[in-house]
């Protein structure tokens, strides 16, 4: 099988596409044969050595993907041969095999081909949860999107607004912030040549915003923080500028602020009755139209430029790599 390989943490373009042995399922494992996997900012961290884990050289990045169950391993009754499946792993997704425990995977949505089921899970369940599970937001409250063009980004403006949350989208320049209002932003703060702060207080009246996701950390974090009205919400879930923050606490005494953390391997682990509901609630969006933004497909040969335009936030929506060979 074609796979690629991290033989070194560094820059992305240290991978390489190389051939390695078919996989085989062990117990309690599938074998899925790959059509799509997504690039996530994870992935871009995890190659560099920089993510919260660390993935010992040589491994196959990648996390996110779609495709179709090829075999069973032993003790695994299903899904069957053949039947259209999404997952999640930490790496091994940029390959043409995938082996992945049978708790891992989810049959993919009714309405999505195999790009945008690739595309969906990871950042959708993110944004989700960042917004209803753990940020309690609620329709006809404000939330303010971080990143609002990126893969969280655009997910977390999507889903808002379809649950009636009215969203100030964040980003770097007005085309990506034309994105966030494709999706149904309602106002946008250009934080590259504005005061995120102030302007986030002035297109919600003066009070500022009910809930933040952020998925950018940096500077913006803080002024995001101090735009929040009293009792607000403040929900951490990346870093994408590469700087951590370092929040001053009286502000959250201040303000009575609650600040959270959301990790989806964590939710899964001590939260999964939260995940299956979201999990629901997210096919019923599926259905009602609901659709990941892919703004770009690579072959697997492009897949060190992928992660490289992703790792320099060049990039929209999601980026999608083909295994198929079609792209």
Same mark, same amino acid.
């Given at each position: ?58 491994? &196959? ?9 090829? !075999? ?65 937001? &609620?329709? /006809? ?43 149904? !932003?309602? %106002? ?17 009246? /003066? ?19 101090? %735009? ?48 299956? %509901? ?32 992703? %790792? ?16």
């Amino acid at each position: 099988m074609r796979a690629a390989r991290c033989t070194h943490h560094g820059p992305p373009d240290g991978l390489e596409v190389v051939e390695l042995d078919d996989l085989e399922p062990g117990p309690g494992e599938v074998l899925v044969r790959v059509h799509a996997a997504a690039v996530n900012f994870p992935d871009v961290l995890l190659v560099a050595d920089r993510y919260q884990v660390s993935a010992p050289t040589p491994f &196959t990045p990648g996390s996110e993907f779609a495709g179709v169950v090829a !075999a069973l391993g032993p003790g695994v009754s299903g899904p069957p041969v053949g039947a259209p499946v999404a997952g999640a792993v930490l790496t091994g997704a940029f390959a043409e095999q995938v082996v992945v425990p049978v708790e891992g995977l989810r049959p993919v949505p009714d309405g999505l081909d195999m790009v945008h089921a690739a595309a969906f899970h990871v950042t959708y369940a993110t944004a989700y949860h960042c917004l209803v599970t753990v940020g309690r937001g &609620t329709a /006809g409250e404000w939330a303010a999107v971080l990143g609002a063009a990126g893969g969280v980004g655009t997910a977390a403006v999507d889903i808002a607004t379809r649950l009636g949350i009215r969203v100030v989208a964040a980003a770097s320049s007005r085309e990506r912030l034309a994105v966030a209002r494709t999706l149904g !932003a309602e %106002a946008g703060v250009d934080y590259v040549r504005e005061d995120l702060k102030t302007r986030i207080r002035e297109l919600t009246g /003066g009070d500022g915003v009910h809930l933040v996701v952020d998925p950018v950390g940096g500077d913006h974090a803080e002024a995001a923080l101090r %735009a929040l009205r009293r009792g607000g919400r403040f929900v951490t879930v990346g870093y994408a500028d590469g700087r951590i923050p370092r929040i001053p606490l009286n502000l959250v005494l201040l303000k009575d602020a609650v600040v959270r953390g959301f990790e989806i391997r964590m939710l899964r682990r001590y939260a999964p009755d939260a995940v299956a %509901a979201g999990d629901r609630e997210l096919a019923r969006l599926v259905r009602d139209g609901m659709r990941p933004l892919v703004s770009r497909v690579h072959p697997l040969a492009e897949v060190a430029s992928a992660l490289t335009d992703v %790792a320099e936030r060049r990039t929209t929506g999601k980026v999608v790599i083909d295994l198929t060979g079609s792209a």
